[in-house]
T-cell receptor, first 113, second 113 residues
Framework: EDQVTQSPEALRLQEGESSSLNCSYT??????LFWYRQDPGKGPEFLFT???AGEEKEKERLKATLTKKESFLHITAPKPEDSATYLC??????????????FGQGTTLQVKP | ETGVTQTPRHLVMGMTNKKSLKCEQH?????MYWYKQSAKKPLELMFV???????ENNSVPSRFSPECPNSSHLFLHLHTLQPEDSALYLC????????????FGQGTRLTVV
């Protein structure tokens, strides 16, 4: 069964304390892996798409990497405004004609000043 | 003006009521989606429309009925819902289903009493 597992479920950091979020996936063939940020009471906001192992993308304090089994979202020197739930989703080759995304449960990040 | 707009933002309905959720996208996209987000669960895909044609119905009960009159608008008609249907309902759109990221609306928080 296709699965997307994110860890940890929750993470508390001090401002400036760098860390990484993990997204492990098992799909028959990966079409793309997506990272989203979701603030309370709002819809997910797109961050990155990764397509192949070894690919990396950066945006401000965030950097996403991809291997054949997992993706990491590295947060460097986080600020309180980075507090949110980070969602990982995968799209597999079989679903590419419908755009179906399989989501993980998310990691809720809290950054304290 | 946001790219994907959902109305209403909040809805409380009785189990015998009939209501509709509305989604409008201003991005010129060709695919639209309904997702359900329940507490402590990953986002679940409900329906996919591509060029106004339904291409996926992810085993959703018939008390949920989608409608896509054109590529910019998507509705979710609700009738005789159950309390367990209470959740955040998210609409999303993408340029096409292949290799493109989905952009989400703010969601409708539905409570069934």
């Amino acid at each position: 069964e296709d699965q997307v597992t994110q860890s940890p479920e929750a993470l508390r950091l001090q401002e400036g304390e760098s860390s990484s979020l993990n997204c492990s996936y098992t799909v028959s063939g990966l079409r793309g892996l997506f990272w989203y940020r979701q603030d309370p009471g709002k819809g997910p906001e797109f961050l990155f798409t990764l397509y192949s192992a070894g690919e990396e993308k950066e945006k401000e304090r965030l950097k996403a990497t991809l291997t054949k089994k997992e993706s990491f979202l590295h947060i460097t020197a986080p600020k309180p405004e980075d507090s949110a739930t980070y969602l990982c989703a995968v799209q597999e080759y079989g679903s590419s004609n419908t755009g179906k995304l399989i989501f993980g449960q998310g990691t809720t990040l809290q950054v304290k000043p | 003006e946001t790219g994907v707009t959902q109305t209403p933002r909040h809805l409380v309905m009785g189990m015998t009521n009939k209501k509709s959720l509305k989604c409008e996208q201003h991005l010129g996209h060709n695919a639209m989606y309904w997702y359900k987000q329940s507490a402590k669960k990953p986002l679940e895909l409900m329906f996919v429309y591509s060029l106004e044609e339904r291409v996926e119905n992810n085993s959703v009960p018939s008390r949920f009925s989608p409608e896509c009159p054109n590529s910019s608008h998507l509705f979710l008609h609700l009738h005789t819902l159950q309390p367990e249907d209470s959740a955040l309902y998210l609409c999303a759109s993408s340029q096409g289903p292949v290799d493109t990221e989905a952009f989400f609306g703010q969601g409708t928080r539905l409570t069934v009493v």
